[in-house]
């Protein structure tokens, strides 16, 4: 069994910033990659940021320049520091990882999710 556990959101105001914090336990043998995701109200869920293992990055273009993905890899954990939010940053964030478990099935397993809500 994996799951992930998911920190750090919660009510800012605009030009604000906050950190996210996922980390990921079980019958871990290795994670491939650890990702963000956010749904907001009315939109289907997205990539929000993406680390591999090796320290590969990849950004959605509505927060290049404003988030920054970061992970630790022998501690299972990854962060996402949130910069400069506004009002369209509102959205529940997901941890998303593809993990290999220790009996070397490969699963993609989803934190509960962590709200975050930026005001005007």
């Known amino acids: 069994q994996v799951q992930l556990v998911e920190s750090g959101g919660g009510l800012v105001q605009a030009g604000g910033s906050l950190r996210l914090s996922c980390a990921a336990s079980g019958s871990i043998f290795n994670i491939n990659y650890m990702a963000w995701y956010r749904q907001a109200p009315g939109k289907q869920r997205e990539l929000v940021a993406k680390?591999?293992?090796?320290?590969?990055?990849n950004y959605a273009a509505s927060v290049k320049g404003r988030f920054t993905i970061s992970r630790d890899n022998a501690r299972n954990t990854v962060e996402l520091q949130m910069n400069s939010l506004n009002p369209e940053d509102t959205a529940v964030y997901y941890c998303?990882?593809?993990?290999?478990?220790?009996?070397?099935?490969?699963?993609?397993?989803w934190g509960q999710g962590t709200q975050v809500a930026v005001s005007s």
């Open positions: 998303n990882a593809e993990i290999r478990t220790i009996a070397r099935s490969i699963v993609s397993v």
């Open positions: 680390i591999t293992t090796g320290g590969l990055t």
